[in-house]
């Protein structure tokens, strides 16, 4: 990234940290296997460091959550089911509560250093 920014350019990068995984209705295992595809399930939360190592100034980190549920549904049914429906909203009678999933990302602004 360095190479492409001009000195002093700004970047933005956004990250997601498995770490922060909300869900209301937990199968056991369910955020290991979710971020086990992941080359580092908890890169969000390095994301200052990392940029601080290789040459920017980082003058702004951010966290947020981003509810994933819905997501989760069109991905497709056998993903979808690993989740179990929550049972806290459901009247008598009515249709389960989609599962709520929601997804920790860790965000970071940095400027490239000018050359020394």
């Not at 937990?26 to 399930?41: I, K, R, S, Y």
């Not at 966290?63 to 909203?89: D, H, N, R, W």
């Amino acid at each position: 990234m360095r190479r492409v920014l001009k000195p002093g350019g700004l970047i933005g990068l956004r990250a997601g940290d498995i770490g922060g995984l909300l869900m209301d209705a937990v199968p056991e295992g369910a955020a290991q296997a979710f971020g086990a595809n992941l080359a580092n399930p908890h890169l969000g939360r390095h994301l200052g460091r990392l940029l601080r190592q290789a040459g920017f100034t980082v003058p702004r980190m951010t966290a947020s959550y981003e509810v994933i549920t819905e997501t989760l549904g069109k991905m497709g049914p056998a993903l979808a089911a690993q989740f179990p429906a929550g049972t806290s909203c459901c009247l008598p009678g009515s249709a389960p509560d989609p599962p709520f999933v929601a997804l920790a990302w860790c965000e970071a602004t940095a400027r490239a250093g000018y050359p020394g």
